[in-house]
């Protein structure tokens, strides 16, 4: 297939500039990808979608301030964009700099950090903060959030709530699972009351989901790397569903890659742990563990709107994502949501 495939118009206004004024406040788009049917709705009906005994999974990842600002010893002005901490001294990131910095140099970010520059592979640079803090500690006071760069506005303190998760607990995402975005402590309680049973894996979403496709066919592309964790809680959960007939919903993309990634190919059968996974959905995937999806609008030929592509089928996406232009669905990260039934 070609990147093109996935390719859609989408006038730039539709793009989400901030969020709802109320979490739950979002448009829903339910798409019936069996019976080729779509319904326009709100996200505050989304329990009437639901039965007691699914299973919903939430992403618990938590945004760190990553991006810094600074200079190079040469005096020239540079953007950090942390990718991953590595440990209590090291992180893993992107460089924006009129020149590229090389190995061995020195970067001062925020006024207040030497940073090494240790080494480069491909587009990210390993640095060593020079500080008695920890990364994770440098990163909380001097670090800014990094908002999409599709939201062409600087960070206000309301982004510092509305682009977390309300139960985001496991700090390690350079992007928000944008799905459960939608979620405030009012639904999470009305759905466990009505026997929805809520389960979690992390999965640290790194600055690779913004990353275009920019190869021609999409085999040829190459997935970031992302950390996961699979709780043992999280597969009894599952598994005990199953037998009871219960349907497994997976809260955002990122749950799902994580789900799909310590799945076997052989049964569907979850092993609980850490990995680090490069997993790439595109049509013809078979899906082992999650049988609905909600989501937001993805961008045009991302990884994402492949993912969704595979799990509902390209035209039903290609002609709910033009329905969805036509109705002004709010897309990407503060936009409007979708719950996908997967095809069989």
């Not at 590229?100 to 592979?121: F, G, H, N, Q």
Request: aromatic share 10%.
């Amino acid at each position: 297939m070609k990147t093109q495939d996935f390719d859609f118009y989408l006038p730039a206004e539709l793009i989400a500039q901030f969020p709802a004024e109320q979490r739950t406040g979002s448009r829903l788009l339910y798409l019936d990808s069996n019976n080729n049917q779509w319904q326009d709705t709100l996200f505050s009906n989304l329990p009437s979608f639901l039965h007691a005994g699914d299973v919903m999974v939430f992403n618990d990842t938590r945004v760190i301030k990553a991006r810094l600002f600074g200079k190079k010893d040469s005096g020239g002005k540079v953007e950090v964009m942390v990718e991953r901490i590595l440990d209590d001294r090291h992180v893993l990131a992107a460089i924006r700099a009129s020149h590229a910095p090389k190995p061995d140099s020195t970067l001062l970010l925020a006024d207040a950090i030497p940073a090494t520059v240790i080494a480069r592979e491909q587009e990210f640079y390993t640095l060593r903060f020079e500080h008695e803090k920890t990364t994770a500690e440098l990163l909380e006071c001097y670090g800014q959030l990094p908002l999409p760069p599709y939201i062409a506005r600087p960070v206000t303190a309301a982004d510092e709530a509305r682009y977390q998760t309300i139960y985001a607990r496991n700090a390690g995402a350079v992007a928000a699972p944008t799905a459960g975005l939608h979620f405030d402590a009012a639904m999470m309680d009305r759905l466990r009351a009505m026997g929805i049973i809520i389960a979690y894996v992390t999965l640290h979403v790194g600055a690779g989901t913004f990353q275009p496709v920019r190869v021609e066919n999409i085999a040829d592309h190459t997935m970031h790397n992302e950390t996961y964790h699979i709780p043992q809680a999280t597969v009894d959960t599952i598994r005990q569903a199953r037998l009871s007939g219960g349907r497994i919903l997976a809260v955002g993309t990122t749950s799902l890659r994580a789900l799909e990634s310590c799945a076997s190919s052989q049964d569907g059968r979850l092993i609980a742990g850490y990995g680090d996974t490069r997993i790439f959905i595109t049509p013809g995937y078979r899906f082992q563990v999650v049988e609905r999806l909600l989501t937001n609008f993805h961008l045009p030929c991302s990884t994402l709107l492949m993912l969704v592509s595979a799990f509902a089928g390209m035209e039903n996406i290609r002609l709910a994502y033009r329905h969805a232009v036509t109705e002004r669905y709010r897309f990407f990260s503060y936009g409007d949501a979708m719950l996908i039934e997967r095809k069989s």
